[in-house]
């Protein structure tokens, strides 16, 4: 055994598990456990990635200039208060570790996303979990846990893994219950998918206040998971402290590259949606026909309701024996449900068949 001792908190994180890809002794038919994006990354994007070999003994541009002025065109924002990271992931622990520390609270909602008190724990800081109703989160009990010790409340919308979203109105009424002293991080990874019109992924609300900011992701409707690549928009006074805090080149050059030319084809971008608003709707029908229980979602995954813990693995299973590869989600207090990312036309479709054939049989 090692004399040396950890921060407190860190040896009460349980780590965190990606989605399988792999099926011990089969090819998989499809991943469908990680929300990647379906159509998988834009050929210009694949281009300029490409391009970028022949620089890759040259350090990447530390600011990233050229992607956050691209991410400021594409979504009218303001370069300057844009904050690159790799992936959405780092941009949030960067946030937590400048913003809590022991004895502090990390808050978020029932089953937001792992890595929200995951981060928290890393810090030696306590994350504190208020309950949904009905798969969704619930603004009266997350302002209900805020105490004098809560310094983050971190809001998956849309969520993951559930698919729900609160409205706008609702996401202002839970900021307008916070002290302006506690900063609100609204994680919109997938935003890009939602077309409600009551929905707003958080820029508006980080224009009119100075403890908000949003974060996003090219790993889901871009499709450069492999790349790990994320960006923040927030207030002049947190881009300058994640400036400070984050490390001088932090997110490498053809990650900067394929994340420019992915914003520019824009046809790719709407194919991915086009895809997702088909067979999203599509999938939760043929399911609740054969009895299953996906939850309205509006991300490019559904969580299905088996019923028990058991079905739901024996569901897994089946889906497995056939190549097609789910997310089991009991780390996050479900183990009745799977998680399933909405794929192409033909991975669809083979889930539904698989499921079938699995109600049939059981």
Not at 107 to 120: C, K, V
Not at 141 to 165: D, E, F, H, K, W
């Amino acid at each position: 055994m090692t004399a040396l001792t950890p921060r407190p908190g860190i040896m009460k994180i349980a780590p965190y598990v990606p989605g399988k890809d792999s099926v011990d002794g089969k090819e998989p038919i499809a991943k469908l456990s990680s929300n990647e994006g379906a159509l998988g990354p834009s050929p210009k994007a694949m281009a300029a990635y490409a391009k970028a070999a022949a620089d890759l003994h040259r350090y990447p541009d530390g600011g990233a200039e050229k992607l956050r002025h691209a991410i400021g065109r594409h979504f009218g924002l303001d370069p300057a208060r844009i904050v690159c990271g790799a992936g959405s992931d780092e941009i949030l622990n960067l946030l937590v570790r400048a913003y809590c520390g022991p004895g502090d609270e990390l808050l978020y909602s029932q089953f937001g996303f792992l890595m929200y008190p995951i981060n928290a724990l890393g810090v030696g800081a306590t994350p504190v979990a208020a309950p949904e109703k009905d798969y969704r989160t619930d603004v009266d009990a997350m302002l209900a846990r805020v105490t004098p010790r809560t310094r983050i409340v971190c809001l998956a919308n849309p969520n993951n893994p559930t698919g729900s979203y609160i409205t706008k109105d609702d996401v202002r009424r839970l900021h307008a219950g916070l002290p302006k002293e506690v900063l609100l991080v609204i994680d919109a990874a997938y935003a890009e998918y939602v077309s409600r019109n009551d929905y707003e992924s958080g820029v508006e609300l980080v224009d009119q206040a100075e403890n908000v900011v949003m974060t996003r992701t090219f790993s889901k409707i871009f499709g450069l998971g492999g790349l790990r690549l994320g960006w923040m928009y927030g207030p002049a006074g947190i881009v300058d402290v994640m400036s400070r805090l984050r490390q001088p080149f932090n997110v490498n050059a053809a990650a900067q590259a394929a994340g420019v030319a992915a914003l520019a084809d824009i046809a790719h971008t709407d194919a991915s949606r086009t895809n997702n608003d088909i067979w999203l709707p599509w999938l939760s029908a043929e399911l609740t026909k054969l009895g299953f229980t996906p939850r309205p979602s509006v991300g490019n995954f559904v969580l299905v309701g088996f019923g028990s813990k058991e079905r739901a693995q024996a569901a897994n299973d089946w889906l497995m024996k056939d190549g097609l590869i789910p997310r089991m989600v009991a780390g996050y207090g479900m183990p009745d449900h799977l998680r399933i990312t909405i794929g192409t036309e033909t991975e669809v479709r083979a889930v539904a068949q698989s499921l079938k054939a699995f109600a049939a049989a059981r």
